[in-house]
């Protein structure tokens, strides 16, 4: 279980030591060698205490289970996921309370090739129609990345998936409880992609 014990989880570690463990756990887990994958257990559950080293905002997508895809164990990482790892009140909220009360140095937010929220707001911007319900908040929230990009981009689905993580990511290196730690260097907000036939994490914005 040492690698569970780098020197990212260290109290107070480094942005960069916990995206080395982080890192690393990506890799045990592509690699076939997962040392958490066959202790998904009650008693594992129980046997430790909470101790975040990382918060990750990923998608709901079923396929990206953020915990198995870094091979983190029970206490390690803080987990949120929202469709299109979208924003609101409540994620911010909750990333400056892992943040700002449990010291946690590194906030990833991961998006993944073939994102259904991000097809779902190319539709819907070519059609003209916005979605009812709470749903017009996701695409609402990923529409400037697919218009960055371009909607008649032949390739708009995959850039604007890119562009959408590294503005999710700007938004909260300037949130308000954020950018202070940000700018000291305590706190880093990164940008990964997932990639569903490999299961390999890349680094498209390392701040
Ligand atoms: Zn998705």
């Keep these: 279980m040492g690698a569970t014990s780098g020197p990212g989880r260290q109290a107070g570690g480094t942005p960069r030591a916990a995206l080395a463990d982080l890192l690393a756990g990506n890799r045990r887990f592509v690699s076939g060698q997962p040392v958490h994958g066959h202790d998904v257990t009650a008693a594992a559950a129980a046997s430790g205490d909470q101790q975040p080293y990382a918060v990750v905002l990923g998608c709901i997508d079923s396929r990206v289970p953020l915990e198995a ?3 983190q164990t029970f206490g390690a990482i ?5 469709g299109g790892h979208v924003l609101d009140r409540a994620v911010c909220g909750s990333i400056e309370y892992v943040v700002g009360q449990l010291g946690v140095p ?13 097809e779902a707001t190319v539709r819907a911007l070519r059609a003209g129609q916005r979605p009812g319900g709470s ?17 008649d981009d032949p390739a708009v689905q995959p850039l604007a998936i890119r562009r959408h993580v590294r503005r999710t990511v700007g938004i909260l290196r300037a949130d308000d409880l954020l ?4 700018a000291a260097g305590r706190v880093a907000v990164v940008g990964g ?3 569903l036939a490999t299961g390999e994490v890349a680094l498209i914005d390392p701040g």
């Design 135 to 151: 749903l017009a908040h996701l695409v609402d929230e990923i529409a400037p990345a697919v218009t960055e990009v371009g909607i």
């Design 78 to 82: 803080c987990v949120i996921r929202t």
């Design 179 to 182: 950018a202070g730690p940000v």
């Design 193 to 195: 992609l997932y990639d």
């Design 106 to 118: 590194l906030v990833m937010v991961l998006g993944h090739e073939r994102c259904g929220a991000v």
């Design 69 to 71: 895809i870094f091979d």
